[in-house]
């Protein structure tokens, strides 16, 4: 019975080295799959994350104005278009929960141009740092970039 077991554990030993010496195989061949290509750490970035925390998400039908913190005390606003919303689009809509929601992560290119961005607020739009335009908010929304105050 002991060798029974014995033999038992010494294959499954065997089994499970294979598959990660297997992977470990395919990982360092150069087949462009996966993290095997190295990064030159001497290229530029192409996009820059910025993180910005948010108070209160205002919905509108013409988009989202976004009241965030900038600096200490102070605060700042954004209007984004409902429009950008689409796949592909300038921007992504994440719904979740936690006490890190609200928050909006904008990517910037290189040379300081607006690329996109993702913004993450909570499921529940009874929660506080939801709001609501009421009212027309004139030309507000018809921006086609975001400009970010620090």
Same mark, same amino acid.
């Given at each position: 019975?002991?060798?029974?077991?014995?033999?038992?554990?010494? $294959?499954?030993?065997?089994?499970?080295?294979?598959?990660?010496?297997?992977? *470990?195989?395919?990982?360092?061949?150069?087949?462009?799959?996966?993290?095997?290509?190295?990064?030159?750490?001497?290229? $530029?970035?192409?996009?820059?994350?910025?993180?910005?925390?948010?108070?209160?998400?205002?919905?509108?039908?013409?988009?989202?104005?976004? +009241?965030?913190?900038?600096?200490?005390?102070?605060?700042?606003?954004?209007?984004?278009?409902?429009?950008?919303?689409?796949?592909?689009?300038?921007?992504?809509?994440?719904?979740?929960?936690?006490?890190?929601?609200?928050?909006? +992560?904008?990517?910037? @290119?290189? *040379?300081?141009?607006?690329?996109?961005?993702?913004?993450?607020? $909570?499921?529940?739009?009874?929660?506080?740092?939801?709001?609501?335009?009421?009212? *027309?908010?004139? *030309?507000?929304? @018809? +921006?086609?970039? $975001?400009?970010?105050?620090?």
């Amino acid at each position: 019975m002991k060798r029974m077991m014995i033999v038992i554990a010494t $294959l499954v030993f065997i089994a499970t080295a294979s598959a990660v010496f297997a992977q *470990d195989s395919a990982a360092g061949s150069d087949t462009g799959a996966g993290l095997a290509k190295a990064v030159n750490r001497g290229e $530029l970035a192409t996009l820059y994350p910025v993180h910005v925390d948010i108070t209160r998400v205002y919905i509108h039908s013409q988009g989202y104005r976004i +009241v965030y913190r900038k600096g200490g005390s102070s605060f700042a606003e954004a209007y984004v278009p409902m429009g950008w919303f689409t796949p592909g689009g300038k921007a992504a809509l994440i719904r979740g929960r936690g006490s890190e929601y609200p928050y909006m +992560v904008a990517y910037f @290119k290189p *040379d300081g141009e607006f690329s996109h961005l993702k913004l993450f607020v $909570l499921q529940n739009v009874k929660d506080p740092s939801w709001g609501v335009i009421e009212g *027309d908010p004139g *030309d507000r929304f @018809k +921006v086609d970039t $975001l400009k970010l105050e620090f």
